[in-house]
Structure formats: C-alpha cells, structure tokens
C-alpha cells in the first residue's frame, strides 16, 4: 500500500514562505507523475504542480514564479516551496502520486495565508 505523508503545512503572513515536504512509502522513480494539489472550502481540487520522472515540472497559473516543485530521491520526498505567497493560496495542499492508472493522495496538510 503506497503511503504519502505530507508535512510542513501552517499559517503564514502574505508575502511569506512556506515548504511542504511529502515523503513516499516507495521510490520516487516508481511514480510516473508526483505533484501537488489543492482544494478551498466550497472549490475543486486543482492542479498546483507536478514533476516528472524525468523531472520535468508543470505548474498551476496562479503559482507559476511563486511557488518551485522539486524533489530529493534518496529520501523518496516531494517538496513544495511556496514564496511570496497570497491569501488566495489558502487551502488544503495534497500530495499526490499516479502509476499504471492509479492515483495516490496524501492526506493533505492546512495552508493558511493571513495576515
């Protein structure tokens, strides 16, 4: 059962930085997509960023500039650098992974953005 376990979630002043890190229960290399996701009360779950295998990255519109995707494979971890961030941001981020047609989530972390 492949497991994602996101951390590093909380409030920040707009403007701020955050990092979301989301570690995986199995090598990064036997994903073929990893990323993340977010979902605002009373929204849809959008597409924030996603990362390759090859590590090729592609990015939400409304984060493209503030926010980086990045990854380290020898801890099997996602990471979400979120800069100069807005109130907009505010939502609950989920990691997430795709192999062979199937969908992975992690149990999302709270993002906050107030001042």
């Known amino acids: 059962q492949v497991q994602l376990v996101e951390s590093g979630g909380g409030s920040v002043q707009p403007g701020g930085s955050l990092r979301l890190s989301c570690a995986a229960s199995?090598?990064?290399?036997?994903?073929?997509?990893r990323g993340w996701y977010r979902q605002a009360p009373g929204n849809e779950r959008d597409m924030v960023a996603l990362?390759?295998?090859?590590?090729?990255?592609n990015y939400a519109n409304a984060v493209r500039g503030r926010f980086s995707i990045s990854r380290d494979t020898t801890k099997n971890t996602l990471y979400l650098q979120m800069d100069s961030v807005k109130s907009e941001d505010t939502a609950v981020y989920f990691c997430?992974?795709?192999?062979?047609?199937?969908?992975?989530w992690g149990q999302g972390t709270q993002v906050t953005a107030s001042s």
């Open positions: 997430y992974a795709d192999r062979r047609l199937t969908r992975y």
């Open positions: 199995e090598s990064i290399f036997d994903f073929n997509t």
């Open positions: 990362i390759g295998r090859e590590g090729g990255a």
